[in-house]
């Protein structure tokens, strides 16, 4: 029997469906003057200013996911500085006309950026224990705590490990300020986004990142003191996921705390004022409500066992792993004539199945729940058409008997899970998806990510968030992929959900379509101009 809680998760979903009809309810225009500031400051906190990177982490392409490539690092100013960079920085500022704005590594849902981090700190260099906000915006640390050295001891003993804690958190009007209702999506993407880049990042020094998948949303708010902080209404953070960052080993780490840390950290007195974002904001009470019901409960640890697998092809690109995150951008236009290489084509699938020990699905977030539905226009050896990348095997059943009768399901790769559904000119039906955007037809391919649905939310509801976590991860392994071939990708938000589920025949919710993605041979603009991720702290433009 379904809750009400997964019904009103259900039904917010549908509700903030595009339709060709209608689209989600959002403003219908761009409030300019209410645009939300993409940086958020905690006034009045001792800030520690981080030191840029001198030399990046000499790992290779394939060191973005393979742990034993990468020897662990010290936990000191400097690499946690370097982490961040990589993971959370800025990566470049765009310029057009007198218009100025900023690029990150963690990819956003129109560069709107609602994620935030916070990091639990021992005492490093001379620098005190505490918790900390990042700033992005001038690479530095806000000190919102101190933390005793007592209690950090009690840390380390209790996963019997050094390291640091980092919490996401999500600030939904970022997002719904563009989006309205649709945004709450969009934030989980983002979310995702940044998981991946904290996984990613992690690798290049030698450490991993693990999801503490014990706590419940409350006890997170409690550890980060936001009873402690005046948010203004509407421009709250709300807790996404604590991870644990250590040395790469093969250790098994708790996956909670134990409540009295949890009642020590909530104790301490926080300081800092959360800076206003917006002189105005506009309540979408669904997202607010959609959020309360989807928030995580204490549960059980859960162990994600993922399996080993062997690399399809051993296609490394050229350029380093750093370069490779340094450089991601979202392309906004493709060459239709621009044939990718097969080859190419399939490492890039094949970097997305999720790998025992290799970044950035070790993370254990959740076992795999989503496929690819691929829309190929271009890719040289390979008919244009319709294609299927399974991304667990043992889904392979139920969703063929839930697809339309006539699709072929053709293996296309000894040992690979990609099956050729369809040959034919499949571009209009990807642009006319995509909510009739070009750049999804005149890729070389485009991507519909199919997840697992009803049966998740049923048994538990607050997995909603996890499932677009989990397509946000993909779609940042796509991104790095795409770079590293010399090519671009972007992610897709926009999309007519059912009628993708109509040309795979889908006729109910067991698997819905939650993201979207397209790479090609990107066209640059022009008039764009690029400056340095931190230039403004050393010259003015």
Known sequence: MISDKAKEIIKYHEATKHHFERYARSLGYM??????????????????????????????????????KNAPQPFEIETIAGFLELSLGLSAWKAAGS???????????????????????????????????????????ERRADLPADLWQSLVSHFGNHGFLLVLTSIFWRESWKYGERAFRYCNHDAGHALACLSFAANLFG????FLNELSDEELEAILGFDQVHFRKLEEEHPDCLCFI?????VDIPRGLPADIISDLANLTFKGEADILSQKCVDWEIIYHTARLAKKPPTGKTRIELERRKWLTDMPGPLSAADIIRQRRSAVAFDSSGFFNKNKFLSILDKTLPRKNMAPFDVE??????????FVHNVADLAPGLYFFLRRNADFNEIKALCRSDFQW?????????YRLAEGNYRQQAMMVSCHQDIAGSSAFSVGMIAKFKKIITAEPYRYRHLFWETGMIGQVLYLEAEAHGVRGTGIGCFFDDAVHEILGLS??????????????????????????????????
């Open 31 to 68: 409030d300019w003057s209410n645009q939300p500031n993409p940086f958020r400051t905690y006034k009045n906190t001792p800030l520690l200013k981080l030191p840029l990177l001198k030399t990046d982490p000499p790992a290779s392409h394939t060191g973005l996911y393979e742990r034993q």
């Open 246 to 250: 250590f040395p790469s080993g093969p």
């Open 508 to 541: 109910d919710n067991r698997y819905q379509s939650l993201y979207h993605f397209t790479i090609g041979q990107s066209i640059e603009d022009p008039r764009l101009t690029t400056y340095p991720p931190y230039n403004h702290l050393k010259n003015s433009f």
């Open 410 to 418: 053709a293996p296309e790769e000894k040992d690979f899970p990609l």
């Open 99 to 141: 218009s100025r704005w900023s690029l990150r590594i963690n990819p956003s849902s129109g560069n709107l950026h609602p994620t935030e981090a916070h990091l639990i700190l021992p005492a490093l260099d001379e620098q005190p224990g505490g918790i900390y906000h990042y700033n992005a915006l001038v690479h530095a640390l």
């Open 365 to 374: 977030l959740t076992e795999p729940l989503t496929h690819l539905l691929l």
């Open 207 to 210: 450490w991993q990142c693990v």
